[in-house]
């Protein structure tokens, strides 16, 4: 189940990451360091990333299988 929903999570992640780089990067000319300090608020996207992947395998866990393999 965690494989199968990293699926989900990982390619969105990737392409609103690269994304974003390639906005500072095009906008560089106005920006004086678009970098700098950048991977702060890529580090907080990502935790809480991690956490919304985190419950969501938590809850589909519980819809998807019986109660008595989400207990072993």
Known sequence: ???EISYLFIFPAII???HVLVGLNLFSF???D???K???PIGIFLVIYFIYYWITVQLYKG???PK???AK
Do not use: A, D, N, R
Request: proline content about 5%; glycine content about 4%; cysteine-free.
């Open 16 to 18: 609103g990451i690269s």
């Open 38 to 40: 950048v991977w702060v």
């Open 68 to 70: 008595e393999e989400v």
């Open 34 to 36: 678009p970098f700098v």
């Open 30 to 32: 106005i920006l004086v």
């Open 1 to 3: 189940i965690y494989k």
């Open 63 to 65: 819809m998807v299988m």
